[in-house]
């Protein structure tokens, strides 16, 4: 215990004031890995962290309470081990790059650099292999490293389609979001909008949706990951609940659709971070249920050993053809779909001795 | 006037203090084709109409406001010309075939006749010549006749198809929608089930939603109507909005789908109500919008020169290939999914003199 | 009809793209006293108003939506008999002295100069003399005049409390608010916030309910306005609802609170805006209903015959003795509350000779 | 271990399938005193509890769910040393006396006995002393025992006030309610009542609400419980939440009411349970925040050590005079008001041998 103490890493948390960065303060409470020593913000610079954030139904711990706030910039950071970067995508854009530069190995929530060539884009359980593109990072010359996260709606549905693809060989997915507010930030979208109301469109998020499953589920190649030969149809839509993303998704596969054996193969489902046991694996990344009336945001977003990390699915049927199906999907946004997907991606390249 | 006034039909309608039987009961108000003279309930036998329901957001004349309760029966309804049946799937199944023994003329809002061989299933912008299905009910020797109007998801879907079918020619629906809780009746669905949640189920509906718009855009033939060669499939979603459902559809056409085209093309569509300016007929059937993120139920459920009577397209794009397309839509779904739907067909056998 | 128009007065409204802002423009469209000339914003001058705001559930008229937007300054008013000022609370403080100094005659929803000495603070049906104050503005030097609406929660209050007060004499108002999140403007109470909960705290709203009803049923005296001798205290409450604040309140009088009397004195009650006719003036200023459940914002707040004018009353009944009463009211708090009753006060001062 | 297990009673949970129901059995799990038994329901008798239920995001052990669904009934309960009983109001007046001729104690949520004689209506925290009544039902010839719980809004209303009262003496009390939806069971609330809405009416509960703290704060006397000598006035409102209700109130005392006295008096209140460190006793019962928008339902509802069982208080503040303030309290209702405080009651009852 004593040695395991002495090598917990040290994680910088940016904007973790902000929604997602909560989250990740939370999470790293008492961490066996990883030791919270640096947050930054913005407005609240220079105050204990604890006095900034409003006592939520997160509970932080005292240690990270006394933290004080340090600047989100280059010079804010200090020594750190590990980066967690939600920022907005403007932030990231320009600071990420900065960062690594600078020596710093990166995990970031933001879209800017998701779709870079020499990034990956790693959910744990569904391309860890992916990581190995950090070895080209230094090839290229790379001081630190990055490594992203994908969109809140993508993880959940590139690790649904993960176990699909590999046994049925996917055509094409066609999927229908009801995504939950928290999903953008905060003050984010206005009860005015919301309230007795549903919005079909999220910016830029389709285009996400689209792209990021078929890097994930691509494979690594010479000019960095070759992606998925199939095709994603999104159609989102912003809906009236707090936390958790449902997706509906039409699939057209290669082979027969027997909605018997996919519920087998995803509850079956296991990835590196079951094998390894990491501290934030949940033991079944797929919950199926067989219930007819879920899965629910409200009953199922916390599902399974770790909350929030486990999707469920339900309402697994037959398509119009017996090469398509039918099937929706509940994946915790905030966390299985940002700060819990991404320390567990953080909890992978430690154990594989990514992060030294 | 007087003229008129002595030509209007004397109208029943059942379940008169249900959700949708109020909207009738509104709509009826001042009609200048109907004069409503029975309301039928069940404990609320004997009092007058208007104690029985609440002050709501909804006029109700004074005339209907000094009816009595008639109860809900073959013997209760007395003499008129058209019987409106708002009932339960049960009561329906059993009471509107005796009534039609009896010689009443009825157009029922509820489900078990809308498949039967010899009852029109009308949306009268969509298909009106099915009416000539009550020339069939004649010759079988019906004394009185049925129409049924579909379920309120299928009302507003076979609209929109209508014009795109007959231009492009459909090969398949994908159909995702968000359903307000006012389709499942008063007192319907528990707030317990909703606030801060979406329920992926709605007993029977997505069966529902498959198969009626198939009859709706079919031909009616010897042995009753060929549904159209086309195939649909639903994943329906309750969510906690009070009116307006909205459906997000992927389809697939024989011909090219150019989003300009079927957004001119949906915009220009007009039926036979629109020609013969029935009362109850919105200047345009199908409103498209070109705002990136509507339609959306709270702003555009009353859209209109007819409050609920249009649905509203939006979000017009291309689908994975040339032949197929994306788009959303809204339709109120108690009044162009029910009572208003109903009425309009009412009217239209009135001045088709279908109705005695 | 074309001396009408002649003697039509033309009117600018300040911060028109905002929520009340387009309140205003909707209810000024045909209106027989005012013609629409400015409208004024901020991003989005030079462009035409029908561009910069959505479409909405709010029918704008077609001269309206030609109107260019002019920026929202002293100089960028132009031409105007009226001026309509939604502002926000900092622009207005420094801005609206300007427009007066100016000349312009301004009426004010925002908060910084309804408490000032000279300016009447008014609900028309409440306090029509105290628009007498407008002498003592001329007498001051003032070139132009300046009238203000309260608070929207204090609006309802004071329309209720008036005739109660006049009749039994109040002592003490205890009112507990239920405020919908239209209050907070656009885009205002972030969804976040308000899903599946309550906000017991809105800055600064109980201190402007618990003193300017007082400056309301106050009289006009040489050195202004003397408040009302009672007391209000409140306690305030952000909840899920888009429209319509609910106030329910404990009173302690003079005389003795008898519930059906009071019922009698608030549903015969009339202002000067009823006399005149005015044209925003609803037949019943105060609608009071005796079912149990009732008011309630989504079926109530559009009742009597100018929708969102008149306010609801039920739920009266006995305090904890004979001198106490409790009721529950509820008030539109964007129409009666804001742009509403700042027409009508318009109205009035229009018929009276206020304005030129 | 061992000797604790033998040792453990068993315990009854009527209506076991409804909401507060399934409370019970979460709760009952792995309780150190009380072994789950027997489970009685209605449709659902026969089958095993597991099967019943859907699984909801509460936690039932493996042996409550392979318990089978046995009838609610006098027959039904079997052998027992506790039962729990959420019955429906009728349900509840007729078969709880006769559980008790039976010989068994009864613990009751329900209304119907809770003002009568010769029961204790307990909350833990506030008038332990209370179930010396239990001698009386003995000397009465009662076989068994009946407790009774409050109404789950006087229950934190109870808790709040009785260290206030304790120290500055209670005159009047005049609290208004927004509660919420689980509050009324399951079904309940319609979603058509509540979206966008607040009802101002719950049928029955202002008597409650009035009366039964009275009762609480009362002291054992001859003749039962002589009621303590304030008045309290409610005004109750059921707004769209899930679970916590929040009350705001304006207290009248005897003494200076000091907001950081008060602050300070509720803070450090502690009861029997928390001495006793009885297994569902919160450390703090009630806990004081010092935000300004807080306590808030999503936010506070399960704060604490024992979630769900403290209530939260905040903005104290100064009433109107010297000897009144104002206060806003959160409480779960199904928690604090209903399973939990009755658990902790059967939990003073079992450290105090009053259960066989």
């Not at 930030?185 to 079909?200: A, M």
Request: charged fraction near 20%; glycine fraction near 8%.
């Amino acid at each position: 215990l004593r040695a395991q103490a002495r090598t917990k890493l040290r994680v910088a948390v940016l904007a973790a004031t902000g929604m997602v960065g909560q989250r990740y303060v939370t999470m790293l409470s008492d961490h066996p890995y990883f030791r919270l020593t640096t947050v930054t913000g913005q407005s609240s610079v220079g105050k204990p962290y604890g006095q900034v954030i409003s006592s939520g139904p997160f509970p932080v711990s005292r240690e990270a309470k006394d933290l004080t706030v340090k600047p989100t910039s280059v010079d804010g950071i200090g020594e750190a081990d590990l980066v967690f970067s939600p920022l907005p995508t403007e932030a990231a854009m320009s600071l990420e790059p900065e960062l690594v530069k600078r020596g710093y190995n990166v995990i970031t929530d933001a879209s800017p650099h998701r779709m870079d060539r020499l990034v990956p884009l790693v959910v744990p359980e569904v391309n860890p292999s992916h990581l190995s593109l950090l070895q080209r990072q230094r090839e290229a010359g790379w001081k630190g490293s990055l490594v992203a996260t994908p969109n809140c709606t993508a993880a959940g549905l590139a690790l649904v389609l993960k176990p699909i693809h590999a046994e049925l060989g996917l055509k094409r997915v066609l999927v229908s979001t009801m995504q939950a507010v928290s999903g953008a930030g905060y003050p984010g979208v206005p009860s005015l909008d919301i309230l007795d109301n549903v919005i079909p469109f999220i910016k830029d998020e389709e285009d996400k949706v689209e792209t990021e499953p078929l890097k994930m589920l691509g494979s690594v190649g010479k000019g960095g990951v070759k992606p998925a030969g199939f095709d994603i149809s999104a159609m989102v839509h912003r809906v009236a609940t707090t936390d958790g993303h449902l997706e509906s998704m039409y699939v057209e596969t290669e082979d027969s659709f027997n909605p018997s054996k996919v519920a087998e193969l995803l509850a079956r489902f296991r990835g590196e971070p079951q094998e390894l046991r990491l501290p934030s694996a949940p033991a079944e990344p797929i919950i199926v249920t067989k219930e007819d009336a879920r899965p629910q945001p409200r009953l199922d977003r916390y599902a399974g050993t770790v909350p929030g990390m486990s999707v469920v699915v339900g309402r697994i049927r037959k398509g119009l053809d017996s090469k398509s199906g039918r099937l929706t999907m509940l994946s915790h946004n905030t966390i299985r779909g940002a700060a819990g997907s991404t320390i567990l991606t953080a909890e992978l390249m430690y154990r594989k001795g990514l992060l030294g």
